[in-house]
T-cell receptor, first 110, second 115 residues
C-alpha cells in the first residue's frame, strides 16, 4: 500500500526564518511530487510541483526531491504569518489519483 | 474564471439515508477527481473521470458509493445507504490534462456528517 509520511507538527517558526517541511514516500514508482497548502476550512491549493531530483525554486518556496532516499522537502524562506497553514505532501505514480500525507501544521510566530 | 464548485457545503444525515454530492469542475477540464478526508486521516483518492468515463475507481470504499458524470460536465457522488464511517470532507478536483502534467484544482469540499 502506497504511503506518504509527514510529521504532523505543529512546527513553530519565527517570522522571517526558514521553515523546513519534510515528507517521505514508500512507492518507488512515484513520478510526480506536489506540495499543497491548506488553510483551515479551505480547499488544498497547489504551491509547488517537482518531477526530477534536485531543487526547484519559486519565489520564497524551494522544493527538493531525492528519489534514491524517497523524500521530498519544502523550504519556505522569509516566513510570514500568512504562511501559517497545513502543508500537504502528495505523490503520483500514474496519471490518476494523488496519494497524500496527513499534513504538517505550520505556525509562523510574529 | 470560476473555480471548482461543490454542493452542498455541509450535509447532516442519519445513518441509512441517501446523500448526493455534486461537483462542477472548471470549464474545459476533462479530468475530474473525487477525494475524501475522514477525521484524523489523510486525504484519500476515490476515483477519476476523463470526460464521462471512469478511469480509475480503485479508491471507492464499497458499493454503497456511486459516482456519475453524465455528459462529461458535472459529477455526482451518491452514498446509499450512508453509514457512520462515511462522515468526512469530500473534495472534488479537476485538471485539463491527466495529473503529472497539470495542476489539480480542488473545490472547497462538502462536509458530510452521518448521525
Amino acid at each position: 500500500q502506497k504511503e506518504v509520511e509527514q510529521n504532523s507538527g505543529p512546527l513553530s517558526v519565527p517570522e522571517g526564518a526558514i521553515a523546513s517541511l519534510n515528507c517521505t514516500y514508500s512507492d518507488r514508482g512515484s513520478q510526480s511530487f506536489f506540495w499543497y497548502r491548506q488553510y483551515s476550512g479551505k480547499s488544498p491549493e497547489l504551491i509547488m510541483s517537482i518531477y526530477s531530483n534536485g531543487d526547484k525554486e519559486d519565489g520564497r518556496f524551494t522544493a527538493q526531491l531525492n528519489k534514491a532516499s524517497q523524500y521530498v522537502s519544502l523550504l519556505i524562506r522569509d516566513s510570514q504569518p500568512s504562511d501559517s497553514a497545513t502543508y500537504l505532501c502528495a505523490v503520483l505514480e500514474r496519471a490518476d489519483g494523488l496519494t497524500f500525507g496527513k499534513g504538517t501544521h505550520l505556525i509562523i510566530q510574529p | 474564471e470560476a473555480g471548482v464548485t461543490q454542493f452542498p457545503s455541509h450535509s447532516v444525515i442519519e445513518k441509512g439515508q441517501t446523500v448526493t454530492l455534486r461537483c462542477d469542475p472548471i470549464s474545459g477540464h476533462d479530468n475530474l477527481y473525487w477525494y475524501r478526508r475522514v477525521m484524523g486521516k489523510e486525504i484519500k483518492f476515490l476515483l477519476h473521470f476523463v470526460k464521462e468515463s471512469k478511469q480509475d475507481e480503485s479508491g471507492m470504499p464499497n458499493n454503497r458509493f456511486l459516482a456519475e458524470r453524465t455528459g462529461g460536465t458535472y459529477s455526482t457522488l451518491k452514498v446509499q445507504p450512508a453509514e457512520l464511517e462515511d462522515s468526512g470532507v469530500y473534495f472534488c478536483a479537476s485538471s485539463q490534462v491527466p495529473q503529472g502534467a497539470a495542476t489539480q484544482y480542488f473545490g472547497p469540499g462538502t462536509r458530510l456528517t452521518v448521525l
